[in-house]
């Protein structure tokens, strides 16, 4: 089986994590990585991926060229980067506090209930 679009393996993150403390102290950096300004690049970063969609009608594959993909894959690298190193700072497992948060959205949208429903929860 193709392993390559298989679920991330447990090091996955782990390993990025590593990778982006190397990169910062390579180049001295940590010490402008408080979580306040990580958290502000992070948003910044989700900015930049939502601005290759801005004024398209949907976003879907058959709306984006070639520099488009390559833009929006080039914008999620960077949030997911940011977001790894953020969590990094605060001390939070991501794949741990992502599964923790899938079980509680599970609990809190129970399959059979909201069905089809893209309503929040304090509207039904
Ligand atoms: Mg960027």
């Not at 390993?15 to 990580?38: G, I, M, V, Y």
């Not at 989700?46 to 976003?59: D, S």
Request: hydrophobic letters at 40%; charged letters at 30%; aromatic letters at 6%.
């Amino acid at each position: 089986m193709d392993n390559q679009h298989a679920s991330p393996c447990p090091d996955t993150l782990t390993e990025l994590r590593e990778r982006t403390r190397a990169f910062a102290r390579e180049r001295d950096w940590e010490q402008f990585h408080t979580p306040k300004n990580l958290a502000m690049a992070l948003s910044v970063e989700v900015a930049e991926l939502a601005e290759h969609f801005q004024w398209l009608r949907t976003g879907a594959d058959d709306e984006l060229d070639d520099a488009k993909r390559a833009g929006i894959r080039h914008e999620l690298a960077d949030v997911l980067l940011y977001l790894v190193q953020l969590a990094d700072r605060t001390g939070v497992d991501l794949r741990a506090a992502a599964l923790e948060k899938i079980a509680l959205n599970a609990a809190k949208y129970p399959a059979d209930r909201v069905r089809g429903d893209a309503r929040k929860s304090t509207q039904y």
